[in-house]
């Protein structure tokens, strides 16, 4: 069952680095998939990938053109998630060895296929062979069961005041 879902995620879509010319449609995306208190802006999205587009995996549905998804974050030597990170691109340090998760998006029509799994699993293998060591992210209360599904361990309620949430800081060893 499992190799058929993954079979129906390759055949449907490509998963690659962003390319400069889609920042304009990642922020649209990430405008669909969070409240605006809590999306990254525009102006934010293009210079992060400007800043560090290699730490952008996209899923591309093959038919469409179009992204579906994605899972994008920098990468610092820091060790706990704290909220410039979500603002301030030039916190990327490319040889970092933990890379600080800012956003998984997949859009609502593409949800429940297995999408945000295999998007984070692609990154994480990614990020082991570029030789980080720890990943990082907060979330919503909601999504907690989710992410230690996908296995992130709760840290607990994160240092983290974004978009005026209360958030759960959730690690991964890679």
Not at 17 to 25: G, S, Y
Not at 53 to 80: C, H, M, R
Not at 129 to 136: P, S, T, V
Not at 156 to 167: H, I, R, V, Y
Request: proline share 3%.
């Amino acid at each position: 069952m499992e190799n058929k879902i993954l079979q129906d995620l390759y055949e449907k879509f490509e998963f690659r680095n962003i390319l400069p010319e889609e920042a304009e449609q990642a922020a649209e995306v990430e405008a669909i998939c969070f409240p605006p208190n809590e999306a990254c802006s525009k102006e934010a999205m293009k210079r992060r990938i400007a800043k560090a587009p290699e730490l952008f995996l996209v899923a591309v549905d093959k038919q469409t053109g179009k992204i579906a998804g994605f899972l994008n974050g920098l990468a610092t030597d820091e060790t706990s998630f704290r909220d410039e990170f979500f603002t301030e691109e030039n916190l990327h340090h490319p040889e970092g060895k933990t890379v600080m998760l800012l956003g998984l998006d997949v859009l609502p029509e593409y949800r429940n296929q297995g999408l945000a799994r295999e998007l984070v699993k692609q990154y994480l293998c990614r990020e082991r062979e570029n030789g980080r060591k720890l990943a990082l992210l907060t979330c919503l209360e909601a999504k907690v069961k989710m992410y230690q599904n996908m296995g992130f361990y709760d840290e607990g309620l994160a240092n983290s005041a974004w978009g005026g949430e209360q958030w759960h800081e959730m690690s991964y060893v890679i």
